[in-house]
């Protein structure tokens, strides 16, 4: 579990071998007056970025009863937020459920009553007669985005 | 399926649809004329917007990132900003005007780029935006609003308001007729049918309420699901129109079409 720790970067110094072997690749490289050479410190950024392990500053607290209290609300956070989900699941599952029972009941009634309209009602995937327009969904069926679109639902009449 | 119950499967595979269909001749199949099937269309214009979010489901995730923030490395400033840049002061004039100067906090990048103002056009076309949407929101006509819920077409018919329907042609199928009844019902309006299948019947029953008209007391009306992609409605055939969301459509729909609505929508 997560503690409140403060994270420390590695000091420059334990970089050195690794500073001066970017500085020896980088062509950028120039001496510098006191002897030493520069590069583009970006390379070594992205090393330490990449390379360095984070490490905690403070050692483990495992009797610390706050560290004990943040760990328990923790735990009912992600519980509540479990069972949050797990309702949501139910409640799709529950609406799905209702419209394939009256989606079922359609076709059955369809095929007491008319044997050509139910025989074009199953023929899915790809049709006989050659037309996929349907099965293939169009171009601007938009999908939900977080901001809606700043036009509006009916686009402005001069686009296309 | 699956997720149908056991009750319900067993009950469905008592009378289930054979799928290898021998040629029926006339005599030995006894069915109705396809002259009282209708077809009705469930039009739907999808949700532009995700759903809100609870105050608990947005307040997990804030718990969720600060989480995250606190093992997280720093935000390499150094790496984005380089130093002695213009771009470098203003990164930090924001940072100190947020108040993050302090120990082991962690500025998200992105707060920081609003506060330099970099999305300032687009933050007031969406308010302008959330101001048209409020003024609509009772407008049952229009479709500029309720951004984050299903808006449904219903139409002032015979049988009270109820989706729209039409009688299907000897020659059609069940989403050719739909095509067409969206057409001839709402005028030039983008839509798409979704597959062959219908989504729900209704059929009038003895003693039905539903269906006035005694030529309509044998119908079956069987509803096909189109999504709006672009125009708007110009009714032909009926006296008036609503877009309604799920809510609404229990309060407009009554009896028989309420009750297939809220099975198949």
């Not at chain 1, 949501?88 to 599952?93: I, K, N, P, V």
């Not at chain 1, 309209?117 to 999908?143: E, K």
């Not at chain 2, 319900?8 to 595979?13: E, I, R, W």
């Not at chain 2, 008592?14 to 009705?40: D, K």
Request: charged fraction near 25%; glycine fraction near 6%; charge should be positive.
């Amino acid at each position: 579990m997560l503690t409140a720790r403060r994270i420390r970067v590695p000091a420059r110094s334990c970089l050195l071998a690794g500073q001066k072997a970017a500085v020896r690749f980088d062509s950028s490289a120039r001496p510098t007056k006191g002897g030493g050479m520069i590069g583009d410190r970006r390379i070594q950024q992205m090393q330490e970025f990449l390379y360095t392990p984070i490490q905690p500053t403070t050692p483990p607290q495992e009797n610390d009863p706050a560290v004990q209290q943040q760990h328990d609300e923790t735990e009912i956070i992600e519980r509540m937020w479990a069972l949050e989900k797990l309702e949501e699941a139910r409640s799709d599952m529950e609406a799905l459920k209702r419209k394939y029972r009256a989606m079922r009941f359609a076709m059955l009634e369809l095929e007491k009553l008319d044997e050509r309209l139910f025989a074009g009602a199953i023929s899915g995937g790809l049709a006989d007669d050659g037309d996929t327009s349907y099965v293939t969904f169009p171009r601007n069926l938009r999908i939900p985005t977080e901001t809606p679109p700043l036009s509006g639902f009916n686009p402005p009449a001069d686009s296309s | 399926m699956s997720f149908l119950s056991r009750k319900t499967t067993k009950a469905l595979s008592r009378s289930r649809p054979s799928t290898a269909r021998t040629l029926a001749t006339s005599a030995e199949s006894a069915q109705p004329s396809s002259a009282n099937i209708r077809v009705g269309v469930v039009l739907k214009r999808d949700p532009l917007t995700l759903k809100e979010q609870s105050p608990f489901t947005r307040a997990y995730y804030a718990h969720r990132d600060a989480q995250i923030a606190k093992t997280a490395r720093p935000f390499p400033a150094d790496f984005y900003f380089k130093r002695g840049t213009i771009a470098e002061s203003k990164y930090n004039a924001a940072v100190e005007e947020l108040g993050a100067k302090k120990e082991g906090e962690w500025v998200h990048p992105f707060s920081v780029l609003e506060k330099v103002g970099l999305q300032k056009e687009e933050l007031s076309g969406l308010k302008k935006r959330s101001e048209v949407v409020a003024e609509n929101a009772d407008d049952v006509k229009s479709l500029d609003r309720s951004w984050s819920e299903d808006l449904f077409l219903v139409v002032k018919g015979p049988r009270g308001w109820q989706f729209i329907e039409s009688a299907v042609g000897p020659e059609e199928l069940l989403h050719e007729a739909a095509s067409r009844c969206v057409q001839e019902t709402c005028g030039p309006l983008q839509n798409w049918v979704v597959g062959r299948a219908p989504v729900g019947h209704l059929k009038a029953t003895k003693g039905s309420e539903t269906f006035h008209n005694p030529a309509d007391y044998f119908a079956k009306v069987f509803f096909m699901r189109s999504h709006l992609l672009a125009g708007q409605v110009a009714l032909k055939g009926y006296s008036d129109y609503a877009w309604l969301t799920r809510e609404q459509l229990s309060s407009y729909l009554e009896k028989d079409n309420k009750a297939i609505a809220i099975e198949m929508i």
